[in-house]
């Protein structure tokens, strides 16, 4: 079973950035699409950004279209969330989830605050 462990969040002020990591182990990491889902107080999980990985094809949902950009290093089994012009609206717990088939795997989240 593929483990993931994010990293990166924080507090910060609206219009700065933050790039988190998702840095996975236990398992071969070939094959997955890596994807950042993102959960605001009271509000449903929704998916921010995904990342394929037999052709790096990316998907953004609109709001973050622009701001964020989503990577991987397979060398270091990492998938990186990029986001700029941070807004209050982006304040949610951020997971990072590797899909192969049935195979489904989640981090255990880390928060992002923007504040000012």
């Known amino acids: 079973q593929l483990q993931l462990v994010e990293s990166g969040g924080g507090l910060v002020q609206p219009g700065e950035s933050l790039t988190l990591s998702c840095a996975a182990s236990?398992?071969?990491?070939?094959?997955?699409?890596i994807g950042w889902f993102r959960q605001a107080p009271g509000k449903e999980r929704e998916g921010v950004s995904s990342?394929?990985?037999?052709?790096?094809?990316?998907l953004y949902t609109e709001s973050v279209k622009g701001r964020f950009t989503i990577s991987r290093d397979d060398a270091k089994n990492t998938v990186y969330l990029q986001m700029n012009s941070l807004r209050p609206e982006d304040t949610a717990v951020y997971y990072c989830?590797?899909?192969?088939?049935?195979?489904?795997?989640w981090g255990q989240g880390t928060q992002v605050t923007v504040s000012s």
């Open positions: 236990g398992a071969p990491w070939d094959g997955y699409a």
């Open positions: 989830n590797a899909a192969l088939g049935a195979l489904d795997s």
């Open positions: 990342i394929r990985n037999d052709n790096g094809n990316t």
